[in-house]
């Protein structure tokens, strides 16, 4: 088996580089046993549980090439970050505007309603005013045709539960090496042999740091870090990796990893400090462990509150001193709907450059936020709409034009194209107005003619297909690369693989 090159567009190189049978075969076994080695893995099923430990791993989805990328918007993604930093934080800080929001979506959306109602129940009593965000923001490769430059579009902003921060910094090492041990993937080309080409990506260590930062700020050295889990995670080395660095980097820090339905038992807030504590049993001079970061890997979906009393749990958690990653408030901010109404007319200039805005930071030494900035972020934007009945007719008659998204994270929820106008006739017997409940989104394009070798975990052989690029930049970045007859792109959900970019001007 050899590669073929696909014929990209002009801004970009073919790809992935032709070689032999023979060097595929290397570049394989030099990409799994790097991968095993280094923890770029994934849980075989069954998830693990108490008394059944892992016996049994792969390596993630991964690509055997690093994926051109044009370095201007590489560039520019990593500057866009702490402008969308500032306005994220900003929403979630604005009650009024929340609520202006969620009165609507409520009534349509039962786990955003409850999210909402329940944070409006306890928000005049909350006790610790830090919160920790740790974002991340997707975009796609957008090409405008007429041998104009590719542009870089938003396809959404996560505020919990952002995955995969430690397996991307693998994917970019996994590259790196294999341009090294194959002297530039055998001379593909002499690009290839430029390390420059490779950014060096320490996402791992910086979203780690910003964990053991907000750890700091709560000032008791004994207090723990809290992960709360899903109980059937597979995807447990890119949070084991997080656990790691933070207790290699600070010296008696613990992490401790539960589920919602465990906290229900375990969780324990003191009355007079609202301090939150759990169980200890392994350490001799304490009974309980004060915790002082609660980090949410779950609690983003309606399947993470299945009994109900789960959201007692969530409400318990967020009166305590913790300090949350996110508040529910940072969640409410990361809503699709936030998304839409950001891109109505002013509301960036409202948020990022009215006067009486509160002061969430912007970086040492990147000055004041201006107008500048403001066009900046709203270059990286899609045509975003309400689903009212001008929503609905662009819908209905340019489906091919759209995809249509719900409030929900996690992948596997959008309805794309040509299945937009069936699933709105489903809903056309729901008793609610739904409208609230969904955002119309411009389709983005991506460049056609570049592929990629993607190797998916458990198997052997490596598909060439015609690929897609997404770009999430916090702290480092994640790019993960699907094949272009997908519209969704999630690795968890078996779509798609963990990949680097490779840059070229």
Not at 126 to 149: A, C
Not at 176 to 203: D, F, I, K, Q
Not at 396 to 405: R, T
Not at 488 to 500: C, H, L, M, R
Request: hydrophobic share 35%; glycine share 8%.
């Amino acid at each position: 088996m050899s590669t073929s090159t696909l014929s990209a567009p002009a801004h970009l190189p073919s790809w992935p580089p032709e070689v032999s049978p023979e060097q595929l075969d290397h570049l394989l076994l030099l990409a799994t046993t790097h991968a095993l080695t280094n923890g770029f893995i994934l849980l075989a099923p069954p998830a693990p549980t108490p008394g059944n430990p892992p016996t049994q791993t792969f390596a993630a989805p991964m690509s055997i090439f690093p994926t051109p990328f044009p370095r201007r918007l590489f560039d520019r993604v990593r500057l866009l970050q702490p402008i969308y930093n500032v306005l994220y934080a900003r929403v979630a800080l604005d009650w009024e505007f929340i609520d202006g929001v969620f009165q609507g979506v409520s009534r349509v959306d039962d786990f955003q309603g409850a999210l909402w109602r329940g944070w409006k129940s306890i928000r005049e009593d909350l006790v610790q005013d830090l919160q920790l965000g740790i974002f991340r923001s997707d975009y796609l490769l957008h090409d405008t045709g007429d041998e104009k430059p590719l542009a870089i579009k938003q396809v959404e902003f996560n505020t919990i539960a952002s995955s995969f921060g430690a397996l991307s910094q693998r994917a970019g090492e996994l590259h790196r090496y294999l341009a090294r041990a194959t002297n530039g993937y055998y001379n593909a080309s002499p690009e290839m042999n430029r390390m420059s080409n490779y950014p060096e990506n320490h996402s791992l260590e910086l979203t780690a740091e910003g964990l053991s930062d907000a750890w700091k700020m709560y000032g008791r050295t004994r207090a723990a870090i809290l992960f709360v889990v899903q109980p059937t995670e597979r995807n447990i080395f890119d949070q084991r990796w997080l656990e790691y660095e933070l207790m290699a980097k600070n010296d008696g820090l613990r992490v401790l990893r539960h589920t919602m339905r465990e906290l229900e038992d375990l969780a324990q807030v003191e009355q007079l400090t609202q301090r939150l504590y759990l169980p200890c049993p392994e350490d001799p001079y304490s009974s309980a462990t004060e915790i002082a970061v609660v980090y949410y890997r779950a609690g983003y979906g309606p399947n993470d509150y299945s009994t109900g009393s789960e959201w007692d749990t969530r409400l318990l958690l967020e009166r305590s001193r913790a300090i949350k990653c996110p508040s529910m408030a940072l969640q409410l901010a990361g809503a699709k709907k936030i998304q839409q109404v950001l891109a109505e007319p002013g509301k960036l200039e409202e948020f990022l450059l009215g006067e009486n805005q509160p002061d969430v930071g912007f970086g040492a030494g990147a000055g004041k936020l201006n107008q500048n900035h403001v066009d900046m972020l709203r270059e990286t934007w899609i045509g975003l709409y309400p689903m009212n009945s001008i929503g609905l007719e662009m819908a209905l008659n340019h489906p091919e034009l759209y995809v249509l998204k719900p409030q929900r994270e996690g992948g596997g929820n959008n309805i794309y194209r040509e299945d937009i106008p069936e699933y709105l006739a489903s809903l056309e017997g729901n008793k609610k107005d739904t409208s609230a409940a969904y955002i119309l989104m411009e389709m983005i394009e991506p460049p056609p003619g570049v592929g990629n070798l993607l190797l998916k975990g458990g198997e052997k052989r490596p598909k060439l297909t015609e690929v897609v690029r997404i770009v999430n930049r916090e702290a480092g970045t994640l790019l993960r690369t699907k094949g272009r007859d997908s519209d969704e792109g999630g690795v968890a959900i078996g779509i798609s693989s963990i990949d680097s970019p490779f840059l070229v001007e």
